[in-house]
């Protein structure tokens, strides 16, 4: 049992952060192999759109992205968190979810076997979450048809300081049950 985390916040020890590291404590509870990659730290290219990914498995990059496409390979459960920057994810995890385009080769496919299951966690200074709610739940169904179950969604609102989701005891409840609950 293993759980992979992907931290799209470059703010160590950032709401983002917490938000992942509680969902895998979570999972850890429950026996899971825990691990975590801060997008921000690794050498992730954007994708070059040459399709490389379509002919054969995996993508012609050879960067950190390789290591992590193992990572997700192996992995029962994914955890991908990040901050709302104007409006959207943030651009380090853009980048990442672009470069998950040779999963939908079908040789190179996560929906052969059993389909990874995902929770998604974001994070915003904006107190309303609802406000974001479609963009989230978009983000979702095209995860989904990247080959992930969508298991769950954390949306902290309210948070601008470093580590404020701390405070918020109900948020991190849920992150926690949420991780749980995927190795039940
Ligand atoms: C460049 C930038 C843009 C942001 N844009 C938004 C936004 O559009 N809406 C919002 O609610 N919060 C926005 N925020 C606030 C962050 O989403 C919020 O502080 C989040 O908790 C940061 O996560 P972190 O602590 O993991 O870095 C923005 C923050 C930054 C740095």
Known sequence: ???VGFIGSPRKGGNTETLVNEILAGAAEKGAQT???????LNIKGCQSCFYCKGHPGC?????MQKLYDEIMKADAVIIGSPIYMWQMSG?????IDRLLPFLNPAYSLKKGRRKDLVLAFTQGQDDSG?????????GEMLESVGFNIKGLIVAPGVNEKGEVKKQKDTLEKARNTGR???K
């Open 1 to 3: 049992m293993k759980a």
């Open 60 to 64: 012609v990059l050879k960067d950190d």
């Open 35 to 41: 691990s975590t990659y801060s997008l921000n730290d």
């Open 131 to 139: 406000l974001f709610m479609p963009y989230y739940e978009s983000t």
């Open 92 to 96: 380090q995890t853009k980048i990442f």
């Open 181 to 183: 609950d995927l190795f």
